[in-house]
T-cell receptor
Framework: DGGITQSPKYLFRKEGQNVTLSCEQN?????MYWYRQDPGQGLRLIYY???????QKGDIAEGYSVSREKKESFPLTVTSAQKNPTAFYLC??????????FGPGTRLTVT | GESVGLHLPTLSVQEGDNSIINCAYS??????FIWYKQESGKGPQFIID?????DKRQGQRVTVLLNKTVKHLSLQIAATQPGDSAVYFC?????????????FGTGTRLTVIP
């Protein structure tokens, strides 16, 4: 059963704590992406990776970090430096030039 | 029913009617466009795509039209069903921004009235 998985679906953290969101894909895609979505808004790109061991900042990378040690995995860490971390986080993957496939998302709430 | 995604973010249609969702894209260099459907609390789902060398592409009950002259994209849904209720996003890809990086519009919420 191929696809993208994100875990957990819901995540709660206290302010000041770092938290890591998981994203795994078994589609053999080279490129992976992290987006943030706020209520009633579109998707904003946080980080993307076109190949293992390489990644680039997107439009709103401040306060986030990523790693790409394996082709299948692209975890996102939301650090305490992120001013407004509460949001819906979406991971996606793609073959270059083709559509992006999205995971089910993780809803992070920081209080 | 018809809406412009960025100016009228909601569209209500009767079940069985056709829906038209519009999107104005920003970059004349964009060469690849995608429509996604997002249900509440879920990730976006691919509907249909079109490349800039085409004006029209059809799928099952959906048609995408591309007008490069005015930088306009539309999604037509035939015989709209309650299951079509969702937020619809258009996304554009511009080659110079990197392989397959997409810029998403704000989205249009489609509500189907039974």
């Amino acid at each position: 059963d191929g696809g993208i998985t994100q875990s957990p679906k819901y995540l709660f953290r206290k302010e000041g704590q770092n938290v890591t969101l998981s994203c795994e894909q078994n589609l053999n895609h080279d490129a992976m992406y992290w987006y943030r979505q706020d209520p009633g808004q579109g998707l904003r790109l946080i980080y993307y990776s076109q190949i293992v061991n390489d990644f680039q900042k997107g439009d709103i990378a401040e306060g986030y970090s990523v790693s790409r040690e394996k082709k299948e995995s692209f975890p996102l860490t939301v650090t305490s430096a992120q001013k407004n971390p509460t949001a819906f986080y979406l991971c996606a993957s793609s073959t270059p030039g083709q559509e992006q496939y999205f995971g089910p998302g993780t809803r992070l709430t920081v209080t | 029913g018809e809406s412009v995604g960025l100016h009228l973010p909601t569209l209500s249609v009767q079940e069985g009617d056709n829906s038209i969702i519009n999107c104005a894209y920003s970059n004349s260099a964009s060469d690849y466009f995608i429509w996604y459907k997002q249900e509440s609390g879920k990730g976006p789902q691919f509907i249909i795509d079109i490349r800039s060398n085409m004006d029209k592409r059809q799928g099952q009950r959906v048609t995408v039209l591309l007008n490069k002259t005015v930088k306009h994209l539309s999604l037509q849904i035939a015989a709209t069903q309650p299951g079509d209720s969702a937020v619809y996003f258009c996304a554009e890809n511009t080659p110079q921004t990197g392989a397959n990086n997409l810029f998403f519009g704000t989205g249009t919420r489609l509500t189907v009235i039974p």
